[in-house]
């Protein structure tokens, strides 16, 4: 499982203004000007959240003559939420961070955190 790309997608969109950039130019690219005048945000704060959209690859850059047009990346933004959505199916995803089967905890909180407590320890003391 490769989170590095989820944690990426997921603070780019941890954003009020980078989520509302993202749904509004899913219907239409903008230019940062008209950015700037949605949102009532200056043109370096719309410059530097572009900059974290686009390092997330959650938006795509046209130029058009002395215009750059930024559009939201369906194809990226659907396929990540699809395989974010597979991960939330499978039990490694699980195994894979904690090093631990689900099934392997009981459903009792306190005996299930002093297990989990106990995997910590071993991983801290391995490295």
Do not use: H
């Amino acid at each position: 499982m490769d989170s590095k790309k989820f944690e990426k997608f997921f603070s780019a969109l941890s954003s009020p203004l980078r989520l509302r950039m993202v749904l509004l130019m899913a219907k239409r690219p903008f230019c940062v000007c008209e950015l700037e005048n949605v949102f009532d945000v200056t043109q370096p704060a719309i410059s530097q959240n572009l900059k974290i959209l686009k390092d997330a690859n959650l938006i795509i850059e046209k130029r058009e003559k002395q215009w750059v047009f930024y559009s939201t990346n369906r194809e990226i933004l659907n396929a990540l939420l699809e395989e974010f959505f597979e991960l939330l199916g499978k039990e490694s995803t699980f195994t894979e961070i904690v090093g631990l089967k689900i099934s392997d905890l009981p459903k009792d909180p306190q005996r299930s955190c002093e297990i989990l407590e106990n995997r910590k320890k071993e991983i801290l003391k391995n490295n």
